[in-house]
């Protein structure tokens, strides 16, 4: 069974673009969640999306945005790049049960110059 | 609302010796707690997770954890260190609302020297 897949894994910007990341969970899997990673706030969540509606956000600005599609991936958006976006961004897919379980990709490391 | 706190941010050991990693936790309810961990380039996997079935909880590559409510600790153990463990380790507590939002402590990154 192929592993939640994440794409680009690398991505360099500069401040003021935006930026689409996108993410395959496994298959069967229908709840999609995007975390970010940085050095100094650690790994915090960014929202989680169930059969396409959101379910759960977490405290980042309205920059940050999501969806969800009817085959379960998923695409987070991030506007008016900051140079403290810069950060590791993992994808986690789960059954949905809530079980917290979740199985994360390798992430997409993005650099904001 | 629900944290965790890990209190070693590095822990150095040598191969063929014990493991601990510590974890405290903060939970008005009956909390769900994890260790994920986080290989140098690689995202995170599950080693063992808590949903009070049992207090002492076996996961994967020997490791272990032992949920204890008085001391509200969820300290992670190993026998016996191998080379192969060197990685960061983040114990985790799921939110009450939503058992699939997790939210991480700041981390333990294990060193093994042979």
């Known amino acids: 069974k192929a592993g939640v897949t994440q794409t680009p894994r690398y991505l360099i910007k500069t401040r003021g673009q935006q930026v689409t990341l996108s993410c395959s969970p496994i298959?069967?899997?229908?709840?999609v969640s995007w975390y970010q990673q940085t050095p100094g706030q650690g790994l915090q969540f960014l929202f989680e999306?169930?059969?396409?509606?959101?379910?759960n956000k977490g405290n980042f600005p309205g920059r940050f945005s999501g969806r969800q599609f009817s085959n379960s991936r998923s695409e987070m958006n991030v506007s008016t790049l900051e140079l403290g976006d810069s950060a590791l961004y993992l994808c986690?897919?789960?059954?949905?049960?809530?079980?917290?379980?979740?199985?994360f990709g390798e992430g997409s490391r993005l650099t904001v110059l | 609302a629900q944290s965790v706190t890990q209190l070693d941010s590095h822990v150095s050991v040598s191969e063929g010796t014990p493991v601990l990693l510590r974890c405290n936790y903060s939970s008005s309810y009956s909390p769900s707690l994890f260790w994920y961990v986080q290989h140098p380039n690689k995202g995170l996997q599950l080693l063992l997770k808590y949903t009070s079935a049992a207090t002492l909880v076996k996961g994967i590559n020997g490791f272990e954890a032992e949920f204890k409510k008085s001391e509200t600790s969820f300290h992670l153990t190993k026998p016996s260190a191998h080379m192969s463990d060197a990685a960061e380790y983040f114990c985790v507590v799921s939110d009450w609302l939503s058992t699939d939002k997790l939210i991480f402590g700041t981390g333990t990154r294990l060193q093994v020297f042979p």
């Open positions: 986690a897919s789960s059954p949905g049960g809530g079980t917290g379980e979740l199985f």
């Open positions: 298959s069967g899997h229908r709840s």
């Open positions: 999306y169930f059969s396409e509606t959101q379910r």
